[in-house]
């Protein structure tokens, strides 16, 4: 039972182009979403959060949508540079019965940025 | 990534033998959580400890794991009798809030 769904696992996008990677949640419990930037062997890397008393969050060229009717977040990359291919990883966190600060990862989308 | 270590980055064991991933937390963390990722899969929460404390396991297989973070050192992952099916890359995250520093990982390798 997944309750962190990145449904695409793979976005190909043009340098200069806007990248969306989306994520969707199952859990009205999660008050915390962050993401994760991830290269091979490498740990992953914080990106971005948001709280769920927000709806948007920006830091540069990385902004996080946040609709909890739709228990949907979306992470736009704008303009994308080939730096920014890696594996995005969507997480969650709260108070839903897990330990407060655990993280509960979606599977990733593999984001390729084409020069 | 920069402050979490982990030691050793590659680990080779024979099916049988233990296995010990160390983590040493960034600098004013006192929280230690370790994850696993399997191959094509996101990662998945084992444990996470405070010092001295563990203060949820529900992530860890019931046998054979085990996790400590003592007063003094890095926190430890021990793995006992390693299997085939334990071969997967091993991540701790350390936090001082919501935010969560990940270290470059253990890659375990069961031959």
């Known amino acids: 039972d997944q309750q962190v769904k990145q449904n695409s696992p793979s976005l190909s996008v043009q340098e200069g182009r806007i990248s969306i990677l989306n994520c969707d949640y199952t859990n009205s419990m999660f008050d915390y979403f962050l993401w994760y930037k991830k290269y091979p062997a490498e740990g992953p890397t914080f990106l971005i959060s948001?709280?769920?008393?927000?709806d948007k969050n920006e830091d540069g060229r990385f902004t996080v949508f946040l609709n909890k009717s739709a228990k949907h977040l979306s992470l736009h990359i704008v303009p994308s540079q080939p730096g920014d291919s890696a594996v995005y990883f969507c997480?969650?966190?709260?108070?839903?019965?897990?330990?407060?600060?655990?993280?509960?990862f979606g599977k990733g989308t593999k984001l390729s940025v084409k020069p | 990534n920069a402050g979490v270590m982990q030691n050793p980055r590659h680990l080779v064991r024979r099916r049988g033998q233990e296995a010990r991933l160390r983590c040493s937390p960034m600098?004013?963390?006192?929280?230690v959580y370790w994850y696993r990722q399997l191959p094509e899969e996101g990662l998945k929460f084992m444990v996470y400890l405070q010092k001295e404390n563990i203060i949820d396991e529900s992530g860890m297989p019931k046998e054979r794991f085990s996790a400590e973070f003592p007063k003094e050192g890095p926190s430890i992952l021990r793995i006992q009798q390693v299997v085939r099916g334990d071969s997967a890359a091993y991540f701790c995250?350390?936090?001082?809030?919501?935010?969560?520093?990940f270290g470059p990982g253990t890659r375990l390798t069961v031959t």
């Open positions: 997480a969650a966190s709260g108070n839903y019965g897990g330990s407060q600060g655990n993280l509960i």
């Open positions: 600098k004013g963390h006192s929280h």
């Open positions: 948001i709280s769920s008393i927000k």
């Open positions: 995250a350390t936090s001082s809030s919501y935010e969560q520093y």
